[in-house]
């Protein structure tokens, strides 16, 4: 590798599996604005994290036909995340975290060995998840982690946090995501120029059970690499010369 490289994971899709919590939380918030349930599959074309970023366009959408800014009207967000958080309670998902993807560990190990640093990003704020990466023994793969924190307003904003903090003159962010929103902030986020410094960003979209997306939506997203395993991820990014 010609520069320094990140992986970046995104936590509830390519660490986690979050989507059927999502299906459960999102398809008792809609009742509560007299809406229909959506379907598993009507979800994964529009579900992000956190949860507010989807469901006021879907929610109010009247609104948001003439204000696209709407997502980040903090009095929405509150309101939306208010039901959420009782639901999640309700369903103690607050308290206990949900499965790690299948090969989650295999794949940090083999990722770390090749020379990339292992970077987690979520939008969920921390709570339980360092005692449950750590509990799990995975916590050790993981360089760093970017959290709501960096990622509240916008997904680019916590890229082009590692980017500002490392002050690097190339860095390279590899971003492995199962939601479409990730993937074009990846792209957005690529040929960044700062005072001499460069920043690549290459998109890899994961398309499996467990990504918030399905595959036409992630392909719709642009990502410059698609894969259906995380057991592919290594032979992918070395076709691309990405490792050795």
Do not use: W
Not at 38 to 54: M, Q, T, V, W
Not at 110 to 121: D, P, Q
Not at 170 to 196: D, E, F, M, P
């Amino acid at each position: 590798m010609s520069m320094e490289t990140f992986l970046v994971r995104t936590m509830s899709d390519t660490v986690e599996t979050d989507i059927q919590r999502v299906f459960t939380i999102t398809n008792e918030i809609l009742p509560r604005y007299e809406m229909p349930p959506l379907s598993f599959a009507e979800l994964r074309k529009i579900a992000d994290g956190p949860f507010d970023l989807f469901l006021i366009p879907l929610i109010f959408a009247k609104e948001y036909q003439k204000d696209r800014n709407l997502p980040f009207n903090e009095a929405k967000r509150v309101e939306i995340r208010t039901h959420a958080l009782e639901i999640a309670r309700k369903h103690g998902f607050d308290v206990n975290p949900p499965d790690f993807i299948p090969g989650i560990e295999p794949s940090l190990k083999s990722t770390k060995e090749a020379g990339l640093r292992n970077v987690l990003m979520t939008t969920g704020g921390r709570r339980y998840k360092h005692q449950a990466m750590e509990k799990a023994g995975i916590g050790g793969y993981f360089d760093e982690i970017v959290d709501r924190d960096e990622t509240y307003y916008a997904k680019e904003q916590g890229l082009y946090y590692l980017y500002r903090k490392h002050k690097l003159p190339r860095l390279r962010i590899i971003l492995l995501s199962g939601t479409a929103t990730y993937i074009r902030a990846g792209n957005n986020a690529h040929g960044c120029k700062v005072g001499g410094t460069d920043l690549e960003v290459v998109t890899a979209a994961l398309s499996t059970e467990h990504s918030y997306n399905d595959e036409e939506t992630l392909r719709a997203a642009q990502p410059k690499i698609l894969i259906r395993s995380l057991n592919e991820l290594l032979p992918a990014l070395k076709e691309q010369s990405l490792v050795n």
